[in-house]
C-alpha cells in the first residue's frame, strides 16, 4: 500500500447507522471504521444517517464522506446522489451501480442478460406466483426480499407451504420478493478493493445457510483462506468476480458472494457495494491474507474517494 498524507483527506465525514434493517451491523462497522481513521491521524467524525441528514450535510464541513451504510438509504444510490449534489466526494460505488446491486431482481437480469451465470429465479406478487415457481423451479428453493442485506427476511423452503409462509414473511421487508434455486454445495466471498480483487474466502456453517446468526453471533462459522480450490479454479472464480463488479460499474470496494454446485460451476448471488466491516466481517479477513491491516483496509477504502 502507497503511503498517504492523511492530512489530504480533510474532514471525513464517516456515514453510519442509518433506517435500515441492517441499521445494528452499520452501527458496529461505523464504529470500527471511524475508530480506525481516528487512530492513523484522520480528522474524521461520524454522523448517524436519520431523516435530517440534508441538514446536517449542508451543516457540517465535509471534505469526504466515508459510507458504510447498509441497505436501503445508504448503500442503494440515495445517500451517493445526496453527495453529487453536494458536492462532496464520497467511497465506493456512484448512483447508478449501487441501485443496481442492491436490487437482486435487477442485477440478476443485468448478469444473465450478459450471460454471467446467476441461480434461476422467479418474482413472487401472489399465492399463485409461488404455485408457479414451485412448478418452474422444484424444490428447495430460497425465498429473498429483493433490497435487503445480511439474510434478513431469507428462508429456505422444502414445500409449497413453506414457500407461501417465507414470501408472507420477506414481503414485510420489502414489497419486491424472489425465489432462487437452491444451490448445494460450498460458498465463497470475494472482495474487490480499489480495482484488485483479495483472495477468496470459503465460508462454513453448521446452520442451513450464511444466515444472520451465523454472520454476527454464531462462534462455529468457519472461515477458509486460502480457499482450497485450485489455482486454476481460483482464478476464474477471480475473474467472474471482476466481471460481476464491472458489470454493474461498482467501484471502490465491494463484495461478491457465490455458490459452487455439485458440478463444479460458479454461481453468482450478489454483489455488495458497502461491505460488512465488524469484527465478524469478511472484507477485512481478506484484507488481512492479502497483506492490509484493518488500518490499511479503511485507508485505501478512503483514498480510493480521490480517484473520482
Ligand atoms: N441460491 C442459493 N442457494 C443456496 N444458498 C443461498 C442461495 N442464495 C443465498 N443463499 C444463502 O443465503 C445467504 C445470503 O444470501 P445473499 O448473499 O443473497 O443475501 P444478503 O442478505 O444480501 O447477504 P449479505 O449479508 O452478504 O448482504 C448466502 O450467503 C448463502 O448462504
Ligand atoms: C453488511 C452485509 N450486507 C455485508 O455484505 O457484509
Ligand atoms: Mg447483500
Ligand atoms: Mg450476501
Redo the contacts with the bound molecule.
Sequence with gaps: MATVDVKSFGRVAVLYGGISA?RE?SLRSGAAVLAALQTAGVDAFGIDVQADIVRRISAEKIDRAFIVL?GRGGEDGTIQGLLEWAGIPYTGSKVLASALAMDKLRTKQVWSSLGIPTPQHSVLSSVEDCAAAAEKLGFPLIVKPAQE??SIGMAKVNNLQELEQAWQAARHYDRNVLVEQWITGPEFTIAMLDGEILPPIRLGTNREFYDYEAKYLADDTQYQIPCGLSPEREQELKELTRQACETLGVTGWG?ADVMQDEQGNFWLLEV?TT??MTDH??VPMAAKAHGLNFSQLVLTVLASSMKG
Excluded: F, Q, Y
Aim: proline letters at 9%.
Design positions: 441492517e451491523v447498509h442485506g445480511s463484495r455488495n461491505p460488512g466481517s469478511l
